[in-house]
Structure formats: structure tokens, C-alpha cells
């Protein structure tokens, strides 16, 4: 690599840095606080999506409950952090627990799993994200845990430092809402995750894992623990989903079952699968896209359709579904590999695609 | 004993619907490989075209007894769904064959995102009521209950199961998708017009999967844009714990699925003492489903399954 190439990218590398801790003021100021939001939310799904990457996209075992490991996490933290059980205990007690409790589960379910593959293990895993869903539901009598459908609601916010991320703050007479604050808080751990996601890539176990996705059996041959490796994608998979899940709880305040219904865990897996399966920047992009896109979308049919029709036709939210759902289709159609694929899976492609040639 | 009976009884009616479901799943399974996603949304049309259908013609005054109104309605509704089976095929499985596994998956699950908005465009996002056409008297047996229209149902269902598997396995079509089941390509040199069987097996299954909503229509009363999905994913479930690709497997896993299902609903409280409630229902499907994967991964009847993720 040329010395050029090389300030290139610090080029590159500390402009998207400034881009990234600016945007919350430049979207908040052009579009408002509540695009500000969305941008928060995108952040913690980039979180989920490469979590799940960890096991769809390295490992190759296709995880349709991941969901679950998100709920844990939220819920964890929603439990001690919360006027529910008066438990006020700080993040960074209920943060690192709802991660491990997460991980916990994530082995839990892995260990009955290790022998399944393919859709046999899809419908598990999904069975799995119904079954969490279902108790958190029900596990309101006779003993109160989960308090039901209602949910749980009035959690703390996340106090860093002495500053409540809850109250807006000012800083060098900059106001700063609660939206920006947990902007920058999501931001440091979403780098965290991707450097995490992008070492393991590269790294032994990453390998190992690209093998097992290939050839299970040549893989164990090559003296590869073919169950250690398995646990621990669905571990460190579920360790990110269960720390996005402790932040969304205290982003959000209020969690119910409702918001990890099987349709979040298929959402999760359509970023992945959109944005490019096994290629973190895809993953993130996938991510990105597919929070951003329905909001944009909610925001642009109403109007659009009183200006040209003069009238509501479609109800703004069927209309966003509609097109959402039809999108989800076309791009599937015309990039099976997604947006951005990895090199390893576009050679894949690739080659399924000379071989399909030559038979045809 | 009056409760077992009764939620054996409930577990038969239940059951069969989640065998003539699971057929739809097992048999695409069978001769693609794919889980169709769709398939819930097929059912949730059947019912919601047969309820337009007896509603308009009540409306309109016309003097029919109930079932031949219900079968009407169930005879507009079978020729929809084929129609909208073999569409979901041409649109989002066909140009995706060869493709990575998850692609189809995606364009499944999109489509049934489309779907369950164009029945929401339709039929808008509250529960229909089944028109009151049909009457529920009962018939006891040894002490336990069922209506006139479970036993039909639960007839009706083993009767056109049991037609298709005739079909299947005498016909020349049946013939042609055993074939393509086990190898397309060979299946292809032999003279079989492999893409021409995918879409009878979709529209096959589709019309399964619209008599199969109206009964889930007719026992519950109601109709709703979501109820294709829960039904679905519980005939999967069925359809996996049978064997998936097997057809007298999906029949078995149903009917089983569908007893330990009520037997669970009713017997939770008491095994738990109390803690846990019928409300755990749902649960008993996933259950029997993980613990069935673990000491018998291939299902009660089926084959050692293709690893491919």
C-alpha cells in the first residue's frame, strides 16, 4: 500500500468521523427531533444486524428468533432499572448482565440446536422467539414478573457521569435533548460492535466460522471444535442483541412483548439479507436503509397523495407497508446478493451462476 | 375424562385444519426445498373471499340454506387463492430458482407483507364476522361436546386429504411430482415439464390452504388480516414435525399437533398448579417442535432432510 493510499483513508476515516458527530445536528436541525430519533433506531438495529450477521452471515446457521436475544436484554434492564420491582440499579450493572443473560440464552438455545441445520433450524430458532414472547405476555400471574401485555413502562434513563440522558443538557450553549445524547451514546457503541464484528471477521474464530458455513464436515476434519465454534456464534450474536436491547429500553422507556414479535426477527434478517450477508459495511447499510426507508416513506405518501389526488386514497400506513413489501421484492429480485455482498459471497454467486449457465 | 374427550375432540378439529395447511407447505417443500411463507396469507384470503362472498349473497337476498351459501363463497374462494398461488410463484420463487437460499425467503416474506396490506385495502384491519348462516347444534359424545360443523369439517378434511394423496400417488400428475421431487433435472429429461408442476404443486396447495380458511373461518366465527400468520406458522410446525416433504407426515404431524395443542391448553393448570394458564397454548406447538427436532431431527415420518443453509 502507497503512502498516498494510505492518507487516503485517514482522509476518508476522519471525515466520516466529523460526518457522524454532526449529523444529529444536521438532521435535527433540517428535518427536527424526531428524524433524530429515527437515526437513534437505526443505530440500534445496526447493533441487532450485526449481531445476527455473527450467526447468519460468518456462521451460516440461519437464526429466526434473534429477536428473543434483543427482548432479553431489554427486559433485563427494564426489570432492575424500573419502578416495577424498585429496582433503580445503574447501566452499567443492568447493560452488562442483560448482555450476558442474553448470551446465557444464546447457548441455551444453542445447545439443543447443535445437530440442526438449514430450515429445520430456522423454525426452531423461531419457535424459540415465540416461546420467550409468549412468557413475556403470560408472566404476569399469579406471580407479577413481566406485568403482561401492558409492559413495563417509566424506566430510568441511562445516567453516564453524573448527566441523566433523559433531560436535555446544555453544553458550550448548545441545547442538547435526549435524542442527541443518546445519539452519541448508541454512536460509541455501535464502533464498538462493527470493531468487534470486523476483528472476529478476520480473525481464528472468524475463519472458523466461514468453514463451518461451508462445510460442516471438512471443517471438524480440519480440527475445528464444530460445537465450541457453534456456541459461540450464537453467544457473541446474542451478546450485541442483548446490549442493543438494554438501549432500547432506556432509549424508549417503556417496553411490552409487543415490540419482539417474530416480524422484528424477520426485519433483522431482511437488513442482512438486503444489505449484504457476511459484509459488515452491507450489514450496516442494510440496516440503515431499511429503518430510514419506511420513515421517509410515512412521511412522503400522505402529502403526496392530497397534492395529486387532493385526496387520502390509501391510508398513509397500509401505503408505506405496501410499497415497503414491494420493495423488500424487487430488490430481492433484481440483487439476490444484496446491496453491498462480500467478495466471498460474490464469487459465490458467481459461480452458481456459471454453473447454472452451463447446465441451462 | 369429559375434559379429555373434549379436547381430543377439539384437538381432531383443530388438527385436521392444520393437516390440510400443512399439505400446502410440505408439498412445495417436497418439490423446491423452499419453506413459501406466503402460504398463511393464501388461507387468510380464502377465508376473507369466502365471507365477502356469503355476505354479499345474503345482502342480496338470495334464499339458500347456510352451507350451500358457505359452499359458494368456498367455490369463488378456491379458484382466488390458486390464481394467487400461482402467482406468488411466477413473482417471487421462479426468477429466484438457483439463487441463494435466503433470497426466496425475502421475496416470501415481502410478499406477504403485500399481501396482508391489500387485505387491509380490502377488507380493513378489524375482525369480520362470519355471517350467521351456518347453525351450531351440538352432538355429545361420551359426555363431551362438538358442533355439527367441527364433524363436518374434520370430514371434509380427511376426505380431500385423503384424495389428494390418491392423487399423488396414482396419477400421472402425482406421478410427475414425485419425480420432480426427487430429482428436477432427471425428472425433466424424462419428458416432465418441471416448471409446469411447480406451479400445479403452489396452486395445489393454494386451493388446500382456501378450504383450510374457510374453516378456520366458520369454527372461529371471524376472519382477520393477520390470522395467516399464527395458523401458518403453527401448520409449519406441523408439516416439520412430520416430516417436512412428506405428505402423510404433514397429515400425522397436524392431527398431532393439533391434540397435544388442546390436551396441553387443558391440562397446563393442572400440571403446574395453577401457575401456568391455558393462555400458554401457543407454547405446546414450539415446544413439541424443539423437543421432536432434537431426538428425531428428520420428523415423525420423513427423510433425512438436504443440509443446505
Known sequence: MTKAQDSKKVGVFIASAIALCVLPFIVGGSLGNSWVRIVDFALLYVMLALGLNIVVGFAGLLDLGFIAFYAVGAYTYALLSSPHFGLHLPFYITIPLGALFAAFFGILLGTPVLR?????????????????????????????????????????????????????????????????????????LTVIVVIMAWRLQHSR?????????????????MGINIRNIKLLAFALGALSGGVAGGL????????????????????????????????????????????????????????????TMGRMLIDPENARMLLFGLAMVAMMLVRPEGMLPSKRRKAEFRDAKAAAAQKG | MDIFIQQILNGLVLGSIYALIALGYTMVYGIMGLINFAHGEVVMFGAMVTISVVSALTNAGVNLPGPALVLIGMLVAIPACMLLGFVIERVAYRPLRGAQRLAPL????????????????????????????LNHDTIDIFGATITKLQVVIVV?????????????????????????????????????????????T????????????????????????????????????????????????????????????????????????????????????????????????????????????
Open chain 1, 116 to 188: 440442526l441445520k438449514g430450515d429445520y433450524l430456522a423454525i426452531v430458532t423461531l419457535g424459540f422467539g415465540e416461546i420467550i414472547r409468549i412468557f413475556m405476555n403470560n408472566l404476569n400471574a399469579p406471580v407479577n414478573i413481566t406485568n403482561g401485555p401492558q409492559g413495563i413502562n417509566l424506566i430510568d434513563p441511562i445516567h453516564v457521569a453524573g448527566v441523566d440522558l433523559g433531560t436535555p443538557i446544555s453544553l458550550f450553549g448548545l441545547n442538547l435533548p435526549p435524542v442527541y445524547l443518546y445519539y452519541y451514546l448508541f454512536l460509541v
Open chain 1, 205 to 221: 474464530i472468524g475463519r472458523a466460522w466461514v468453514a463451518l458455513r461451508e462445510d460442516q464436515i471438512a471443517a471438524s476434519a
Open chain 1, 248 to 307: 432500547f429500553s432506556a432509549f424508549q422507556g417503556f417496553v411490552s412483548p409487543e415490540s419482539f414479535s417474530l416480524l422484528e426477527s424477520i426485519m433483522i434478517l431482511a437488513m442482512i439479507v438486503l444489505g449484504g450477508m457476511g459484509n459488515i459495511a452491507g450489514v450496516i447499510l442494510g440496516a440503515v436503509v431499511l429503518t430510514i426507508a419506511p420513515e421517509i416513506l410515512r412521511d412522503v405518501i400522505g402529502p403526496l397523495q392530497m397534492k
Open chain 2, 106 to 133: 425475502i421475496t416470501a416474506i415481502g410478499l406477504s407483507i403485500v399481501l396482508q396490506q391489500v387485505a387491509i385495502l380490502i377488507w380493513g384491519r378489524n375482525y369480520i364476522p362470519f355471517p350467521q348462516v
Open chain 2, 156 to 200: 371434509m378434511c380427511l376426505v380431500i386429504m385423503a384424495g389428494l394423496l390418491v392423487m399423488v400417488e396414482k396419477t400421472k400428475l402425482g406421478r410427475a411430482m414425485r419425480a420432480t421431487s426427487q430429482n428436477p433435472t432427471v425428472a425433466g429429461l424424462m419428458g416432465v415439464n418441471v416448471n409446469t408442476i411447480i406451479s400445479a
Open chain 2, 202 to 309: 403452489f396452486v395445489l396447495g393454494s386451493a388446500l390452504g382456501a378450504v383450510a380458511g374457510v374453516m378456520v373461518a366458520t369454527n372461529y366465527d371471524q376472519a382477520h388480516y393477520y390470522m395467516g400468520f399464527m395458523i401458518g406458522l403453527k401448520a409449519f410446525t406441523a408439516a416439520v414435525l412430520g416430516g417436512i416433504g412428506n405428505l402423510g407426515g404433514a397429515v400425522a404431524g397436524g392431527i398431532l399437533l393439533g391434540i397435544i395443542e388442546s390436551l396441553g391448553a387443558g391440562y397446563i393448570g393442572q400440571l403446574t398448579g395453577g401457575f401456568l394458564g391455558s393462555n400458554y397454548q401457543d407454547i405446546f406447538a414450539f415446544m413439541v417442535l424443539i423437543l421432536v427436532l432434537i431426538f428425531r431431527p428428520s420428523g415423525l415420518l420423513g427423510e433425512k432432510v438436504a443440509d443446505r443453509a
